[in-house]
């Protein structure tokens, strides 16, 4: 479902629309879940992430509704071809609920989606790090959880049409919280731009801005897993079938 959510995407312009110099850009919020499972998807904003005043439900195309999307509108205020070292999302003061939250993501290693003008990019909530701690002369193993509060947008425009054509989407390691369980503390949410040039046509920014896609080989495993699902179903509605009629034919018929 996600490949015909991209080819709609991809055909439904030509030319693509023409931005003026500081227009803002589309940046939708779309689901969350663990990297290793893109069939389990939950709202982005069942987390609690920097969240607009009001939630505006955003119009789904037939694929986009099958594969799952809930596109809503987000906080982040991205100018066409202005760059911004850093820029405050939000500022907020996690609960120990809140945290649990994060930490539950984080070790299931959950991933976020965005649309950048209709462009699918995606990131990690967090990560996880271990470490050796020395107590009472024994090592323990200790992990801890960071949740990313930054996040830096890569995006390419072509430069003859003034459109977008690529976004790539990083996190800042130096930008972390460590996630304490039962403790409560303040993040504050940012984000940072950059633009670079690029000669690839509009036409073509689909194939281009996937071949730097995070996830690819998922959807792969995504589809075959459902075929052997598909394929496992039958089999075994087969073998039950053939039970049934066995046993229907050993039921004597009244007289």
Known sequence: ?????????????ASGHELRQHEKIDVLVNNIGPFNNIAETYPYYNLPFCEPETHKEESHALGEALSGDRRRASKFD?????????????????????????????KKHYIFELFVDELPVKGFVGEMEAHTVLQNGKTTNVTKMFLFTHLDFSIAYNPQSNTVIACNLTTDASQRVELVPGQEVNVEFSFSTHW??????????????????????AVEIHWLSIVNSFVLVLL????LAIVLLRVLKKVPTPS
Request: net charge positive; hydrophobic share 45%; aromatic share 8%.
């Open 1 to 13: 479902m996600r490949i015909a959510s991209l080819l709609l995407v991809a055909l439904s312009s």
């Open 196 to 217: 670079k040039l690029s000669a690839v046509p509009f036409s073509e920014r689909m194939r281009e801005h996937n071949s730097h896609a995070i996830n690819d080989q």
């Open 78 to 106: 991205i100018r066409f071809k202005v760059g911004t070292q850093w820029q405050a999302l939000c500022s907020k003061r996690l609960t120990a609920k809140n945290v649990k939250d994060f930490r539950t993501a984080i």
């Open 236 to 239: 075994l509605t087969a073998f």
